[in-house]
């Protein structure tokens, strides 16, 4: 009669590790109990009857009411979307085609060029707004929607470029050389075989883009009119004379839809699987 299968008996870790291990993720839970509380409690208050919004009073929908019919808050938002949408554009262009020529091409200047490409990611915004500012007035030009354009643009489009030139460094430069061995020409082969394989990184560069121009204020503070001013600026209008509840609600609606959003995308990333 065979015998008995035997198992490796259970690994005991020395009490040392498990203490250690115990208080890391104790103090895990005490950073993400510090960093999400204040968002449930937004949010909780947010159908605070009370304006004051420190006492809870009652259960109410009438600052979201608010906030919809608030006409400044929705042009401020519709204000931010085209912004967004136009300088996201323009970063992907600039981002994505700067990459290509500092990847693909040999020339004078290009690591001092890729070195100024990346100040913006690192300089302060009140400097970047300042210096924009005293631009446009040299220059004769007014503030506005263009003004705020270009100056979000100076910001977003290296953010492409950096994740399109990460991309593009694990490429094999054989497929553009077979493109051009087929007969395309060097746009066709730019165009139809590496943008394709740079998609995922313009896509990661898109929203970053979009994400920092939507959530924009210092820069936008110094190149915005009255005309073009964006939801941030509008936020921080109401922020400082006081506490607002529509501030509440507004904050909720934003949170839902990223929660939507990243709930959606995540819903599409296993679709393409």
Known sequence: MPAAPTFPARRRWPSGIRIV???????????????Y?????????????SRLNIVWQGFTFEWYRQVLQNSPLLRAAQNSLVIAVVSTLLSVLLGTVGAWLLHRYRFAGARTLQTLVAVPMVMPEILMGISLLILFATVGM???????????????F??????VQARLRGLDPAMEEAALDLGATPLQAFWLVIVPCLRPAIVAGALMAFTLSWDELIVTFFTTSAASATLPIRVFGMAKVGLNPMLN???????????????????LRKLSR
């Open 158 to 163: 290296p953010f492409v470029l950096v994740a």
């Open 21 to 35: 291990d115990g208080a890391v993720s104790t103090w895990t839970a005490v950073v993400l109990a510090f960093l």
């Open 249 to 267: 609600a507004l904050s909720a609606i934003f949170i839902l839809a990223t929660i939507a959003f990243v709930f959606f995308s995540d819903y």
């Open 37 to 49: 509380a204040p968002i449930v409690v937004l949010v909780a208050y947010s159908f605070n009857q």
């Open 142 to 156: 007014g503030l506005g929607f263009t003004a705020v354009i270009i100056g979000h643009v100076t910001f977003s």
